[in-house]
């Protein structure tokens, strides 16, 4: 699966953002997907995951009530809807795909791996 990252860019605090994942080259529905993110000396870490049927999803605590995942199969695509924008929410955004369809927090069962968006957040 290649993964295409799409929809970052430079917010004020508070403001939203909708980042897409393209797919290609494989069945998107075979595949579970999640939005990882990394910000300036900090490891990766994963802010959402979702099935591939999109009726399981996971959100880190950190992002709960703001984020909201989503994917679509029919345009092999998926989303993240960012609201309420928080400077520490300023990160490269990663899209990611694992096979098997059933989603997973750690970052080591994903297979594939798009090439990042940049968010970021002023105050």
């Known amino acids: 699966v290649q993964l295409q990252a799409s929809g970052g860019g430079l917010v004020q605090a508070g403001g939203s953002l909708r980042l897409s994942c393209a797919a290609s080259?494989?069945?998107?529905?075979?595949?579970?997907m999640g939005w990882f993110r990394q910000a300036p000396g900090k490891e990766r870490e994963l802010v959402a995951a979702?099935?591939?049927?999109?009726?399981?999803?996971y959100y880190a605590d950190p992002v709960k009530g703001r984020f909201t995942i989503s994917r679509d199969n029919a345009k092999n695509t998926m989303y993240l809807q960012i609201n309420s924008l928080k400077p520490e929410d300023t990160a490269v955004y990663y899209c990611a795909a694992r096979r098997g369809g059933y989603g997973s927090t750690r970052e080591y069962e994903y297979d594939y791996w798009g090439q990042g968006t940049q968010v970021t957040v002023s105050s």
């Open positions: 979702i099935n591939w049927s999109g009726t399981s999803r």
């Open positions: 080259g494989r069945t998107f529905s075979d595949h579970a």
